[in-house]
Every structure is written in structure tokens, then in C-alpha cells.
């Protein structure tokens, strides 16, 4: 049974970093186009970026970029969600997704498989 289980979440104070880690398991030895999302309080749910099944990842998210960055480390079947410079905007459930149909990055509704979530809170 295939399975993504998110880590690494917590609390921040703004302009610290943290690194978010999605661990799958059950993908057969498989590698697939793994994306993050995030969604905070009362606001709709939105990309990050993604990383396809091998080379570099992308984000998408106009409001992250520079300060964000995805990648991935097959060997562990691992995807990272790396992110300095926090903000108090920041804060929210953040996501990873994945689908065994796709190895190529593609749409929010396309992925099958989501991890439970880890909390991500950035205040003074």
C-alpha cells in the first residue's frame, strides 16, 4: 500500500528555516513526481512546487520563491521541502503528494496519493 508520511514541521520564529521531509513507502522501487502544498486557516490550498522522478526541483508558488526549494534524494525515498526566511504568512499545513501515473510534474487534482500533513507555524 502506498503511503507518504510528512515530518519536520513545528514552530519558527520569522526568518528561520526549516526543512520538511516526505518519506514514501509501498511505491514498488518506484520513483514518481512528488509535489508540496500547503494550505492555511480558512484559505483555499496551494502549491508549492514539485520535484519529478529525477533532476531538480521547481517552485512554483511566486511568494516562496527564492526563499524555498524542493528536492529529492531517491536512496532514502525522500522528497525535502527546504524553507529559510520564514514568514508569519508562512504558517499552515504542508502537504506532499504523489502519483504512480505520473513521473513528470503535473495538476493538484491529478495526485492519488497525500500525506497526513505536518504543521508549520512562524510567529515571534
Known amino acids: 500500500q502506498m503511503r507518504l508520511v510528512e515530518s519536520g514541521g513545528g514552530s519558527v520564529e520569522p526568518g528561520g528555516s526549516l526543512r520538511l521531509s516526505c518519506s514514501g513507502s509501498?511505491?514498488?522501487?518506484?520513483?514518481?513526481?512528488t509535489a508540496w502544498f500547503r494550505q492555511a486557516p480558512e484559505k483555499e490550498r496551494e502549491e508549492i512546487g514539485c520535484?519529478?522522478?529525477?533532476?531538480?526541483?521547481?517552485v512554483r508558488l511566486d511568494s516562496v520563491k527564492g526563499r524555498f526549494t524542493v528536492s529529492r534524494d531517491n536512496a532514502k525515498s525522500t522528497v525535502y521541502l527546504q524553507m529559510n526566511n520564514l514568514r508569519p504568512e508562512d504558517t499552515g499545513l504542508y502537504y506532499c503528494?504523489?502519483?504512480?501515473?505520473?513521473?513528470?510534474?503535473?495538476?493538484?487534482?491529478?495526485?492519488?496519493?497525500w500525506g497526513q500533513g505536518t504543521q508549520v507555524t512562524v510567529s515571534p
Open positions: 503528494a504523489a502519483d504512480p501515473r505520473y513521473y513528470f510534474c503535473t495538476g493538484q487534482s491529478e495526485y492519488g496519493q
Open positions: 509501498g511505491f514498488s522501487g518506484r520513483y514518481y513526481a
Open positions: 520535484v519529478p522522478s529525477s533532476g531538480a526541483g521547481t
